[in-house]
């Protein structure tokens, strides 16, 4: 996949075209409205979405196009002054499938467009319920939207209106109301090219058509919520975000998914600490414009009530800053012989904890969790780590990953292994039981949420969960991408990378990093493949490893 | 008796009369300014009236919220007496003192009745007696001046400096207001004014007496602080005046000094121009009860006097201070000189009987 | 506009005439009828339309007619109102309605009686009406839940009965 695909390839025919009296030079092949948004002319649209196929039915997009005229010789005519005599065409089209060519002439706010808009507005609006009350797409709702912009201020609708089954249920996730369809067949289309599982169809005819599943099936794919997403209207609703929380009041922030290797980009939104959904943001390179459901609703963790807010010294709560300094001398001890030190890091980590974790374990024996199994062909990569190609470049996992948890465990039955530090992994379940456990003489655990592991541990410190910090992922195909801190949930727990960094100050390691920012230079100097990088580099969109 | 003791119970009994006045007068004042206003006032805190109305009994109000005072001065003990930590601690102790000692002092000199089983129904019969009591009184501006120079804050310093430059100019006028009197009665002692009216008529009765009176009683609203002319404690200038920083009881002593001078005028010009004691058709002299009829009728006349002291407040507007300047200057100065040319003239042509 | 300022006769520089004259008129004062009501013991009429304290209302059919779109959190300026959604029960009477307010509470501190929750409120649910001495004596009990707004504010019939028509 191209970077960026709508910046013209050198070698593409270029064709020239006036939209609204601005000249525009697009690829040929472009339709209108991506021609229009090249120079800020807005063509409202329904049914086109550009990563679907082109359907025109919703006729939102009707524009006045015209051309040169041509003579008999079909030569174009000219006006007196010399210029090329233009004719309009007699109808309206629509924009989404009318592509440029050479020497068009658009007009997208003339009387006509404006009365056809209006029109069509009307029309929509004419079955369409009063349901914005109640209605989960209200507030990012097309229809409401061109209503204000394009449609009348009162109805002239007198007749009954029809009915059309509501809270149909079609599947695992997805509520459908028919009432609130509009017909675009975007979501029939996404699930028919884009998810391959053909699903969705309508039924019936005119004002009675109606959005179905076809018999036998239902809309449950791993790819089913990207429909919620693509329907303009509030047709289609997440079962999970139903009715929970008016989008006006969620803060948007920039994220990507850690449940697997692909990172696809995410927007969570939250609400005063809460988060309340995820939906993909539009990456060409990663995700276009979809995620997984499986993705889109793992966050719970995040709010969950068990959240570990408290450091733990030997299963008692206390103050971070106490436990550091009960834990700083014991962990200098244990260093000092690095062959009785054992880590288990986490390629769920960012870039930046997995940088000092390696310092921190350097010496001893490090490896971190594999979490492979089935991927699919779209998005889903086999391996639902978030940064195992992190975790191999700092060295942290073993190879393979995951090899060198049997050779822990015996070093702890054989009391070699004295000292376990863990990031944010149950090694209950990976061999090291918690009869091993008990051995220790010093367990440390970094994670934000109580498990066996924790339970077992003489110090536990709070971490936080990717929604709570910033820092870098690299995903499988080694991208490297940001996530940003969306909520914060304001207990004493605190950025996994600023704990290791205590922990590296507080064990005789020179404190050289303030901030993330700083972190990351001091990577970008010393670890290779990060090389020359920063994270304003990296951006919204991330940067490709060399 | 033991003529100290006769004095001891003379001065307890004048103090005590004052500021049981005074205590009722500050009620009289917010229920007459209620009812001008078409309010009905505190009514709270009296002997309650109940009405039985639809089965319930119901209070319709209360006996002139006769408790009130009590409540009030309760209040004023229990509130925080809180000192800023700017102000200059001594002078701002000794301001409200200043203020008060005078108001209780002056009343030494004013004759409050005639006799009472021998005893002259004043504490000291001085001879200067109205000196007396116009040099007593213009000390209170010491302790307005210093209350408000030792809260050491520019509200209170401009309500203290305003305060004095006014009592100093009313002071003239008063002083010259009152001498066309003294010129008829041949005495600055005041029961021999009072002597002098009972034998024979008030002073008020004579026509080149009545422009001494106003200027009198418009120099008294002066001097007392009182609207219209109470621009040193005017709250939408100066957020409340020399007092603002003062509170709990420093702040009731200015607040009742305010009334007792105002009782303290009112007395005076009783004495002066009204005849003091006496009353037609009352014998001037005679036993115990003609004594006490004295002094009622005294009272009765501070404190219809009062009333229209408050009645004033209620009506008239506060002036500006030029204005007030430009009155007591330009009006009233000479219109007082004029006035003892007058009282002169009419002593020389023999109208005045004397 | 300019006023003529005429210069004042002798009479009325003399001043006290006109004081006099005012003195009449606050005495007359003294003796007309009063108009202070004795608050606790009786209480002013609360005319039809007065705006009052916020309330949630029920239609005729004892239907709560919020419906949860929390239009009204998002406008009120100090953020006085709270509500958390929730969908109907499988088996409730207005199922059709979908949507319910599972908690609504108004914190009477912070409200400021400003009326923007009755104006911005699509389905007429809530609104200023009659209640006006909001008291407590303590922050939880000036927290208004559901249910006591809900019996402050009764029952306003609805015109429309749209959801029935659903
Ligand atoms: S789909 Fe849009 S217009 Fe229709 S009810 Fe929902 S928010 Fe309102
Ligand atoms: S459910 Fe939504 S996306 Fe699907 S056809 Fe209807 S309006 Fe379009
Ligand atoms: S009246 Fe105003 S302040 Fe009170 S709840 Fe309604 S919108 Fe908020
Ligand atoms: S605006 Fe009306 S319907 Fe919406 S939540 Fe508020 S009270 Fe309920
Ligand atoms: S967007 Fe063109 S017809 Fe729907």
Request: net charge positive; glycine share 8%.
């Amino acid at each position: 996949m191209a970077d960026n695909p709508t910046t013209p390839t050198p070698a593409a025919e270029m064709v020239n075209a006036t939209i609204n009296g601005i000249k525009v030079q697009v690829p040929k092949g472009t339709n209108l409205i991506e021609a229009g948004q090249r120079v800020g002319v807005f063509v409202p649209h329904y049914c086109y979405h550009k990563k679907l196929a082109i359907s025109g039915n919703c006729r939102m997009c009707l524009v006045e196009v015209g051309g040169p005229m041509r003579g008999p010789d079909g030569k174009p005519v000219l006006n007196p002054d010399g210029t090329t005599k233009v004719t309009m065409a007699p109808r309206l089209s629509i924009g989404c499938n009318t592509q440029v060519t050479e020497g068009m002439v658009v007009v997208t706010n003339s009387p006509a467009v404006q009365q056809a808009q209006n029109s069509v507005m009307e029309f929509f609006l004419i079955n369409h319920p009063l349901d914005c009350p109640i209605c989960d797409q209200a507030g990012e709702c097309k229809l409401q939207e061109y209503s204000v912009e394009f449609g009348k201020d009162a109805s002239r609708f007198r007749e009954e209106k029809v009915h059309k089954p509501k809270q149909v249920d079609l599947g695992l996730r997805v509520m459908l109301d028919d009432e609130r369809c509009i017909l675009c067949s975007r979501c029939i289309r996404f699930m028919r090219d884009v998810a391959k599982d053909d699903c969705l169809g309508f039924t019936n005819r005119g004002s009675h058509t109606t959005l179905t599943c076809w018999p036998g099936k239902k809309l449950a794919g791993n790819y089913s919520l990207n429909t919620v997403d693509l329907c303009p209207v509030g047709a289609l609703t997440d079962k999970d975000f139903r009715f929970k929380m008016r989008v006006w009041f969620l803060k948007e922030t920039k994220s990507i998914c850690t449940s697997c290797a692909t990172g696809c980009n995410i927007v969570i939104w939250s609400r005063e600490n809460v988060v309340y959904r995820q939906t993909p943001r539009e990456n060409d390179a990663v995700n276009e414009c979809w995620m997984c459901d499986a993705g889109r609703h793992n966050y719970k963790h995040i709010n969950a009530a068990s959240r570990l807010k408290k450091a733990f010294v030997s299963g008692k709560e206390t103050s971070y800053a106490d436990a550091l300094k009960q834990l700083a001398p014991k962990l200098k001890a244990a260093l000092a012989d690095r062959t009785s030190v054992a880590f288990v890091g986490s390629a769920r980590a960012t870039n930046e904890e997995l940088y000092l974790f390696s310092m921190l374990a350097k010496g001893s024996v490090s490896d971190c969790v594999p979490r492979t199994w089935d991927g699919d062909s779209f998005l889903v990569n086999a391996d639902r780590n978030p940064n195992s190609a992190g975790a191999k470049i700092f060295n942290v996992a073993a190879a393979p990953m995951g090899s060198k948890f049997a050779a822990i465990a015996d070093g702890i039955k054989a009391g070699k292994i004295k000292t376990l530090v863990v990031h944010q992994e149950d090694v209950t379940r990976r061999g090291i039981g918690a009869d091993l456990l008990a051995k220790l003489s010093l367990l440390l655990v970094v994670d934000f949420r109580p498990t066996e592991t924790t339970k077992a541990a003489h110090f536990v410190l709070p971490g936080v969960t990717y929604a709570e910090k910033r820092g870098t992922f690299t995903n499988a195909k080694g991208r490297v991408q940001r996530v940003w801190p969306a909520v914060s949930l304001g207990g004493e727990e605190r950025s996994d990378w600023e704990i290791f960094r205590d922990l590296l100050r507080e064990t005789g390691q020179p404190d050289r990093f303030a901030d993330i920012v700083a972190l990351f230079a001091d990577m970008a100097a010393n670890v290779k493949p990060f090389a020359g990088l920063s994270l304003e580099k990296i951006g919204d969109g991330g940067v490709q490893l060399g | 008796m033991d003529p100290i003791l006769i004095h001891l119970i003379k001065i307890v009994g004048v103090v005590g009369v004052l500021l049981f006045i005074c205590a009722y007068i500050v009620l009289a004042e917010r229920r007459i300014c209620a009812f001008i206003q078409d309010r009905l006032g505190p009514n709270r805190v009296g002997i309650p009236i109940w009405i039985r109305k639809d089965g319930r009994a119901i209070q319709i109000g209360a006996c002139w919220a006769l408790g009130q005072p009590i409540i009030d001065a309760l209040k004023a003990i229990l509130k925080e007496d809180f000192v800023p930590g700017h102000v200059n601690k001594f002078y701002f102790w000794l301001g409200p003192m200043l203020v008060m000692a005078p108001a209780l002092m002056v009343w030494a000199a004013i004759p409050f009745g005639s006799t009472l089983c021998g005893v002259p129904m004043i504490v000291a019969d001085i001879n200067v007696g109205i000196l007396f009591v116009f040099a007593i009184a213009s000390l209170g501006v010491y302790g307005i001046v210093l209350g408000g120079w030792a809260s050491n804050s520019k509200y209170p310093f401009l309500g203290g400096v305003r305060s004095s430059a006014q009592l100093i100019s009313y002071e003239l006028c008063l002083g010259l207001s009152v001498i066309p009197l003294f010129m008829q009665v041949g005495s600055l002692r005041l029961t021999e004014v009072v002597r002098w009216q009972t034998e024979h008529l008030w002073l008020i009765c004579y026509p080149w007496n009545w422009l001494p009176a106003i200027i009198y009683v418009a120099s008294s609203f002066a001097e007392t602080n009182r609207a219209p002319f109470d621009l040193p404690e005017a709250e939408q200038e100066l957020a409340g005046g020399y007092n603002t920083e003062y509170s709990s009881m420093k702040f009731a002593m200015f607040f009742l000094a305010e009334y007792a001078n105002m009782i303290t005028a009112s007395a005076l010009l009783a004495v002066l121009f009204l005849g003091g004691w006496h009353l037609p058709f009352v014998p001037v002299s005679g036993g115990i009860a003609v004594g006490i009829a004295h002094i009622c009728i005294f009272l009765a006349k501070v404190c219809a006097l009062a009333l229209v002291f408050i009645w004033v407040r209620w009506t008239v507007p506060r002036v500006r201070y030029d204005q007030l300047m430009g009155l007591g200057w330009k009006v009233f100065l000479p219109l007082a000189l004029v006035s003892i040319l007058i009282a002169g003239l009419a002593i020389v042509a023999g109208w005045s009987p004397s | 506009m300019r006023i003529e300022r005429k210069p004042l006769t002798i009479w009325e520089r003399l001043y006290l005439p006109a004081i006099i004259s005012g003195m009449m008129l606050t005495f007359s004062h003294l003796f007309r009828k009063k108009v202070t009501l004795r608050y606790p013991e009786q209480k002013p009429e609360i005319p039809p339309g007065y705006r009052g304290q916020p309330v949630l209302v029920k239609d005729e059919d004892g239907r709560v007619k919020c419906v949860a779109c929390q239009l009204c959190e998002f406008v009120c300026p100090p953020r006085a109102i709270r509500i958390k959604p929730m969908a109907y029960p499988d088996n409730a009477k207005y199922k059709k309605v979908e949507k319910t307010p599972d908690e609504f509470e108004i914190d009477m501190i912070r409200c400021i009686f400003c009326g923007y929750c009755e104006e911005v409120c699509p389905e007429q649910a809530i609104f200023l009406r009659g209640p006006y001495s909001v008291t407590g004596l303590s922050r939880k009990d000036m927290m208004f839940n559901k249910e006591k707004l809900l019996e402050l504010g009764g029952t306003m019939p609805d015109p429309i009965k749209k959801w029935q028509k659903k």
